[in-house]
């Protein structure tokens, strides 16, 4: 989240809420819990952005690095001031690019909305 031009990163759950975990044998009275979290926004003073950890797992074409969460974070400190079509233009760029000719190894999902 970006508000009043300073980043503030909140943390998550570790807990997923997809995928094959329903699979697995569980445990009787086994339940997943989530933390309810409440921030303060500013009218017109906020980004937020949600992300899945698919796009911080790609790996790049030369070295088998993965993106990384710094590297996202610095291409949304660049762009988060730009509209959102724009934004969507450089942060698809930049995942292009870092993948050069690899196939794509994860879903890679972005959520981003201004307040």
Known sequence: MFQNDKINYIEQDKNSIGGIHHLR???????????????????????????????VDQFDENNRKKFSRKRLK????????????????ELQTATKNWQGNNRQTDDITIIGFKI
């Not at 926004?41 to 698919?54: E, I, R």
């Open 25 to 55: 044998k569980k445990k009787k009275n086994t339940e997943k819990k989530f933390t309810t979290k409440t921030i303060n926004l500013d009218q017109n003073k906020t980004s937020v952005y949600m992300f899945s950890d698919g796009i």
């Open 74 to 89: 610095e291409i949304l400190q660049r762009v988060y001031k730009l509209p959102m079509d724009k934004q969507k233009e």
